[in-house]
């Protein structure tokens, strides 16, 4: 394969929409030391500006106790009727989102149990997805929430925040009701949100699959609902639907016999249950720039934000640590120019707790750094982004094994090389010659291969174990770092060729300096 780049061809401003946020699992976790070190983090080296995470009111949260949440005090009259709303614990998370150095993506969610309907939990941490008892009373804590907040931290700091009404309220894991109730619930909390402080912006539906963007945008505008944006998720995986036959119920019935019979561990159980690669690479390369431009056309003109993607949405899935994730986030930022306000990936850090909290080193969680605060080849995905030239050169449209885009500081020319594809097992070799008419003096290349920026591989030379020591934790660190390699060129006349091998899933940076 061939490439040949003009520097001289006509440039437009590099997009870094991407950089707009990140999310991180649910509130509480934000009172951990390493949490908030992941987050500085996946701040100061990838600029990530904006968190987003759940469970902000979660009763762990402890934001509404009543004297009956004590057991021996449940047989006390009126016992369910003493309660204190306090948000000391909210204090100390946005306290350390803030010492970050990112701001607040407020998710207003869950319900605390004590001013719930129901007693339905969704996930492992047992957050309340029921509707409010009452929804004046929710509305009454929701303001003594925004009072709390502009009192602690001012007003022109809060509103430099957002504020998005739930998560996923389209699917029964995250929101027991129907459309017409979230909608119910999300005027409700936008009216008490904006009679508070009119210049919050607040938006929602926070909805799975790029749902429910216009019928919640009518609603809004029918109604005359506050809407200062609207939010989305997508996976590759949404565009194709994502569904559970009787055939895989059967199927997971049998791993799961087998893999107690083999005592192969929870970890590697779970990759067995839900890890599908036969599925996965019938699925189109660039889904979700696709989804994103229907996503935009239903917005029509109102700020859109995707507050979650990722690879895919397959906890326990080896692509997550692997060569195959940072590909995929190289693809899908640079397919389009994005026609979202901001992008947040999910999520920043393996401590992470929807399903399990697995505890091994490289079990396929969906963060950017594992649960030891090793950063993972899409981290370093992400690294190479965040240090892209300020203009992108324009190119011809691409199809084909390996794509590229180009980039220029005036001066210097940067080539960002990326073989994505799909297909898990695919190992194709592609031999790359590029050409670009630069008079440089040096050719250096950043890789993210199976050797380069790979800590798994690293983990899997010491043979796998379940715990590292904190010596093996920085040992892997270092040597799994993005680097710089020269690389060798000829010259010809005012033009620069090399040539270099690329394998699936490969991503390489070509720097030429002038």
Known sequence: MHISIDKNAKTTPTNFSWQFGVGNDHAFQMHRTDMCEHVKLAHDELGFQYLRFHGIFDDDMLCVQRLSDYKPFRAVPHSKEIEEVNFLQTAKVYDNVLACGMKPFVELSFMPSALASGKKTGIRYLNNITQPKSLAKWCEFVTVFIQFLLRRYGKEEVESWYFEVWNEPDLAIFFKGKQKDYFRLYEATARAVKKVDENLRVGGPSSSACLWLEEFKAFCEKNAVPCD????????????????????????????????????????????????????????????????????????????????????????????????????????????????????????SDIYEEQFMLGKPFHGGFGLVNNEGIPKLNFWAFKQLSKLYPQRISLPKQQGDVEYAAFTDGKNVQVLLYAQDMDYDRHDEHEVTLTVNVPARRVSVQRIDDTHCNPKAKWQKLGSPDLLTREEVAAIKE?????????????????????????????????FYT
């Open 229 to 348: 944006f609207l939010s989305t998720h997508h996976y590759p995986g949404d565009a194709f639907g994502n569904t559970f036959s009787v055939k895989d119920a059967f199927t997971m019935m049998r791993i799961a016999k087998n893999a107690a019979k083999d005592k192969i561990g929870l970890s590697a159980a779970m990759q067995n249950l839900f890890f599908r690669p036969e599925v996965y690479k019938t699925w189109r390369k660039g889904v979700l720039s696709e989804l994103d431009e229907r996503a935009k056309q239903q917005a029509g003109g109102k700020p859109l934000f995707m507050t979650e993607w990722n690879s895919m949405a397959v906890f326990a899935s080896p692509v997550h640590d692997e060569k195959f994730a940072a590909a995929f986030i190289v693809k899908t930022v640079l397919d389009s120019a994005h026609p979202m306000d901001g992008y947040m990936f999910w999520c920043c």
């Open 479 to 511: 040597r799994a770092r993005l680097f710089e390699e020269d690389q060798a060129f000829t010259k010809a006349a005012d033009k620069i060729e090399m040539t270099m091998l690329l394998h699936t899933n490969d991503v390489a940076m070509v720097t």
